[in-house]
């Protein structure tokens, strides 16, 4: 078989990229740094998108749409902004192409903009802009938009679905009256993030605040969402942004309070990408291919034949779509590989590949027993199911697949959180991969010298961690409370 | 009040743009000839979305998603495509900005590009560079593939939803290993488009092939779908083409077929638009504002309470909430709109302006008669319904709508259909307005005289007509059958 996966304690990255190709989820295109999703990891992704933005809209959030170019001007106003994305945005300077003397097709120099378009690294700036025209007064306010959209930042080193230069995702922007109503919709979303991970993509997370050095280019304080790779690398899964009046004074916007007074509004950004899709793969898989949270996956289960005789065939088909019927009404998604084009061991492989929670087969002695041969992705284990029994086994052991995904990830995240009280030790807990939560000074030089001799960076300033009197691992200076440091994605 | 809406009799092009503004859809944002699209209008496309996609799956078609960006070279690998795009697409040249001498935020010029990259107007160039990848034999096919997309199309004279620099579409992408099959999943689609836009958008269309003049930049044969607004010009409201082997062939794309023989692969493709939200407004609004079918309102119904004394509105909120239930268990999408800062007036013709199908109003007489009084958008009729009838009726009512919008503009269409069988005769009917069914000698020379003399193209030449002979309105030169000309948008 050609679709050898490479094991993960050979190669974790090589690891990764063959889950990717051969359970046909993504590839390199003939853009450098562009991605296709191809249409199984599409599948996945739309599932992610239908129940988050079930979520948003279900807690008073509305979808539109923005422009996909920014003025340069626009881009410019906010100076933080600027310079967070100017070294990584891809430019739109000509809107012709034509044909020169030679024949060739070049760019049309007449076709010059007099303002270069930026191709939206993130909405912020042609959003506000947008906004200054639709607030007036309090009443207008609050604004709960969110956009599903493409966005670019022009990468040197690129990974599918973790850093490539057109990726896709959703970001939300929020309009307030009052700084405390932006930070609530803020954190509001911090926890949307939480749940739709933790209990959607079966992912455990820690969370928390960024450090300056990390914080969002133009937010006040960005609250993150941090998972851990079975690598021991840290993975940045989602941030929100409370942008305090930063983006309502370069662009201007205020609205008349009930009092009649004129003030600038209050802001919040947030935002999570197909970099998900990344988390996801990382988290669950295993060294015979993709492991998928049923909640996500476009197959739930396979039902796969097993005959000698084409009477055999006849007979086991015709029960295996019974269940099939029986399933789908229960709106489990199921198919039926009935193709006798490839051997039952095969298409047991390339489903286990594809990360199927549950496979059904059938046989002609499960026939005789009124019974299927059901096998779990996630533990490899089998079990006989009398048929009688199945609709309600199978919805329980997708319950059950989702629980056990999320709590051994949890355990492997558990074994793998250390905690590191001078530097010899930081260095060695660092080493070993994982979260160290260790004390520090707060200061930026401090974090720039730390990941300049360890490569970890603070993940996060987690909240609801109890105040804990101690000293810096690297300076030694008082610290009144433990941070996570990682190396990451 | 300062939503005051141009009759269509005035000024049909301004009672465009003030529906688009009045009722919230869209506006022009910052960028030039880039819409934003606002969460109302966004809803509306939202639910074609949602329907269009459902239809697409239920046919075996899957999405996934290609990059934005098709290098230059792609790009001109077929002739006529490029011929087509190159004149109107945004071509991003470098990949950097950064501060000049003056501080000032300019293009870095050491970041230029080696190969420009082409906005994609329209994906067929860096779908089949990925196509080649994917197909090797006869068993990777057919592929049915759909993305939901923004492309950019350098527009001069933009007009929002209708023609917009960037606007958002699904493009279908189809490869098969015959011509036959490759033109029936072209058909296919065409039916499906014509089942969507009169079913869901209750708009009725006329459908055929289009005329060389016409043809989509690459393909061989073009069908397409064209509706009648209500100013009598036509819209082309999609378009599915059968492309042949031309993109196999400019991407030397074959497959082994089952006898072992390297062929090329047959392709389709096919889209609709946010072009079609302009059809949707130009076909059942009036002067009052929006009219939806019920199928795509974002709100169906709002309940409005009428009442003078605070006891007054606690009692009828309280049965108005209870129908909001009931309507709710029904899936009806409902609002209530109890706020009391804003006059029941002032509600209703919000109501009436963005187009929502049933209103339900309450006051203190209608709680004693245990009844509610029903007003409908498309007729501007009131009923009075007993509350105990509620939900049959409303949801018969919903269904009448949807119908008696279709059947109405099904009416215009009819009145607005003109035969024409000399040049004088063409012209005074194009000059009337809406569609003239005419005999043309099949040469673009004609088409284009008769587009210079009259401003009217040929739409369509229509499927399922009878052959007719006849002589060319124009050349007097023999014809075999009619096609439709009309003024387009």
């Known amino acids: 078989m050609s679709k050898k996966i490479t094991k993960r304690s050979d190669d974790f990255s090589r690891w990764y990229n063959d889950i990717i190709t051969h359970a046909d989820l993504a590839e390199n295109s003939g853009v450098r740094g562009c991605m296709v999703i191809k249409p199984y990891g599409f599948a996945i992704w739309e599932q992610m998108k239908s129940v988050l933005d079930k979520m948003f809209k279900d807690t008073g959030h ?3 749409y923005f422009p996909l170019f920014i003025p340069k001007s626009f881009f410019t106003k906010e100076a933080k902004h600027v310079d967070g994305f100017a070294k990584e945005c891809a430019v739109v300077t000509h809107y012709r192409l034509k044909n020169n003397d030679t024949g060739e097709i070049v760019v049309d120099e007449d076709a010059k903009l007099e303002e270069e378009l930026i191709v939206r690294p993130t909405s912020e700036t042609i959003i506000w802009d947008t906004y200054k025209r639709w ?18 930042r022009w990468e040197m080193r690129t990974r599918l679905f973790l850093r490539t230069s057109e990726f896709l995702w959703q970001e939300g922007h929020t309009a307030h009256s009052t700084s405390e109503e932006a930070v609530e919709e803020t954190k509001k979303i911090l926890d949307i993030y939480i749940n739709f991970i933790q209990k959607t993509l079966a992912v455990p997370v820690i969370f928390g605040t960024k450090s300056d050095n990390e914080r969002f280019a133009g937010a006040e304080e960005t609250y993150c969402v941090e998972a851990l790779m079975q690598d021991g690398k840290a993975l940045q899964a989602g941030t929100s942004h409370f942008l305090g009046q930063n983006f309502a004074k370069a662009f201007d916007v205020k609205y008349a309070s009930k009092e009649g007074k004129l003030e600038y509004v209050w802001a919040s950004s947030w935002g ?44 086991i088909t015709l029960k295996l779509k019974e269940i099939s019927d029986v399933l789908k009404s229960k709106n489990i998604r199921v ?70 995904l999320f709590e051994k990830a949890k355990k492997f995240n558990k074994e793998n959180t250390h905690y590191a009280d001078n530097f010899e030790d930081f260095k060695e807990k660092i080493n070993l991969g ?33 105040s804990e009197k101690g000293i810096c691992v690297y300076s030694g200076k008082p610290s009144t409370r433990r941070v996570v440091f990682a190396k990451s994605y």
């Open 335 to 404: 198919i039926e590989d009935f193709k006798d084009t490839r051997k039952p061991g095969w298409k047991f492989s390339e489903y286990e590949l594809k990360g199927v929670p549950i496979r059904i087969a059938m046989g002609p002695k499960d026939v005789k027993n009124d019974s299927v041969e059901i096998f779990r992705r996630d533990t490899l284990s089998k079990q006989n199911v009398k048929i009688v029994d199945i609709a309600q086994h199978i919805e329980d052991t997708l319950d059950s697949i989702q629980k056990k």
């Open 62 to 64: 509305v979808n539109a």
């Open 135 to 152: 607030i007036k007064s309090y009443r207008d306010l609050p604004l709960l938009i969110n956009q599903w959209a493409n966005v670019v």
């Open 272 to 315: 999570v990408s197909t970099r998900l899709m990344g988390a996801l793969i990382m988290t669950h898989s295993d060294d015979l291919g993709l492991v998928l949270p049923p909640i996500l996956a476009p197959i739930q289960v396979v039902l796969i034949p097993i005959y000698h005789s084409q009477d055999e065939f006849k007979e």
């Open 434 to 466: 994982g979260f160290v939560y260790a004390h520090w000074d707060g200061t930026s030089d401090t974090e720039n010298t730390i990941k300049k001799i360890t490569k970890a960076t603070i993940r996060t300033i987690p909240l609801n961690e109890k």
